[in-house]
T-cell receptor
């Protein structure tokens, strides 16, 4: 089983749609969780950290289910500029290393 | 926010050439710097973790003699791909981490595209 698995995508949605990304991780001791965004041929950029209680940042909502080892990202009212690859990222306890999922590509069309 | 730069942004070289990539944290001192590699349509793979003044820790399968890492200061780390071959062509990305009360956050450089002919 891969350490971090994501929906393969791509997701093609119209502007204004709501889209959800799912991610599972294999290391139950993982401590930190993030969603990064990577535009084509660019470096990843931190979108948001994911907390146990769930957290929201504008149109973006992240959820964490430790029991199921599952992380989600919900994007509401999709914009054209949301088109990118979304990376689920997990970090084990006590270490600063990050393990990246393969990413899910989102294409928002007019 | 924290800014990390990389230089050069792209390199085209002949097989057998050594290529040096610099990673700098511009407005902060990084606790640790990391080097990643990303092949097309693949996830970022950690190559090595580097702390200032000490030897880098390489991930399994990454040859330390081929990918030389020097971390001379809290704001500069370099990766040298020695005797590069076409299979080393990839997107090399560094990151620098900052430790804070809420944990450790990595900030990524813009990456270096290496093409070995």
């Amino acid at each position: 089983r891969k350490e971090v698995e994501q929906d393969p995508g791509p997701f093609n949605v119209p502007e204004g749609a709501t889209v959800a990304f799912n991610c599972t991780y294999s290391n139950s001791a993982s401590q930190s969780f993030f969603w990064y965004r990577q535009d084509c041929r660019k470096e990843p950029k931190l979108l948001m950290s994911v907390y146990s209680s769930g957290n929201e940042d504008g149109r973006f909502t992240a959820q964490l289910n430790r029991a199921s080892q599952y992380i989600s990202l919900l994007i509401r009212d999709s914009k054209l500029s949301d088109s990118a690859t979304y990376l689920c990222v997990v970090s084990p306890p006590g270490y600063s290393t990050l393990t990246f999922g393969k990413g899910t590509m989102l294409l928002v069309s007019p | 926010g924290a800014v990390v730069s990389q230089h050069p942004s792209w390199v085209i070289c002949k097989s057998g050439t050594s290529v040096k990539i610099e990673c700098r944290s511009l407005d902060f001192q990084a606790t640790t710097m990391f080097w990643y590699r990303q092949f097309p349509k693949q996830s970022l793979m950690l190559m090595a973790t580097s702390n200032e003044g000490s030897k880098a820790t390489y991930e399994q399968g990454v040859e330390k003699d081929k990918f030389l890492i020097n971390h001379a200061s809290l704001t500069l780390s370099t990766l040298t791909v020695t005797s590069a071959h076409p299979e080393d062509s990839s997107f090399y990305i560094c990151s620098a981490s900052i430790r804070s009360q809420i944990g450790e956050t990595q900030y990524f450089g813009p990456g270096t595209r290496l093409l070995v002919l």
